[in-house]
């Protein structure tokens, strides 16, 4: 029973940290997309990241702080997934 539990937790750490790895990878070929088909379509991809980064930024020590716990839980959830690994 306790092996299931650790089975269970261990494949939803693992799904966080590819679902974020997936996120953050997806922002490049997006970006180049934009620049490709932006006088066609109007994409705003580049401006939608760089306002999300000056709202966060604009805020001083709190915004650093939201920028690594956004980013470091993919990070933290691929940790504890290789830390379950053990009890296997």
Excluded: T
Aim: net charge positive; proline share 2%.
């Amino acid at each position: 029973m306790k092996n299931i539990f650790i089975h269970i937790f261990r494949f939803l750490f693992w799904a966080y940290a590819m679902l974020g790895y997936i996120f953050v990878m997806s922002l490049v070929p997006l970006i180049l997309l934009e620049l490709l088909l932006n006088p066609v379509v109007n994409l705003r991809i580049i401006d939608n990241v760089l306002a999300f980064a000056d709202a966060i930024l604009s805020n001083g020590v709190i915004g650093v702080l939201a920028i690594v716990l956004y980013g470091g839980q993919f990070f933290l959830s691929y940790y504890l997934y290789r830390r379950l690994n053990k009890f296997i």
